[in-house]
Nanobody, 122 residues
């Protein structure tokens, strides 16, 4: 069974940093594409937005501030967030899909974690 569990969210002041972690189980990193997506407050009707993927794709809004990394030996994926802004406030999800559908990992993920709240105060 594929499982994704996020941790590391919290409240931080603007300009600060947070590192989110995602522990993955039930699949091999070589067989799945993994990404971080976020749900902005009050934007539920617009759906979620892509933050970035483990193969190096990032949303323009986070480029240069956020970095995604992974540790296959620990089945972990990380999202390092620096220079946080109030508009980064969101629920962050770790998501995955089979590698052959990697282009769609953000838009149509097959598996979701439970999400972790990040709140950036001004």
């Amino acid at each position: 069974e594929v499982q994704l569990v996020e941790s590391g969210g919290g409240l931080v002041q603007a300009g600060g940093s947070l590192r989110l972690s995602c522990v993955a189980s039930g699949f091999s990193f070589d067989d799945y594409a993994i990404a971080w997506i976020r749900q902005l407050p009050g934007k539920e009707r617009e759906g979620h937005s892509c933050v970035g993927t483990t193969d190096g794709r990032y949303a323009d809004s986070v480029k240069g501030r956020f970095t995604i990394s992974s540790d296959k030996s620990k089945n972990m994926v990380y999202l390092q967030m620096n220079s946080l802004k109030p508009e980064d406030t969101a629920i962050y999800y770790c998501v995955a899909t089979e590698i052959e559908y990697s282009d769609y990992v953000c838009s149509h993920p097959d598996y979701w974690g439970q999400g972790t709240q990040v709140t950036v105060s001004s």
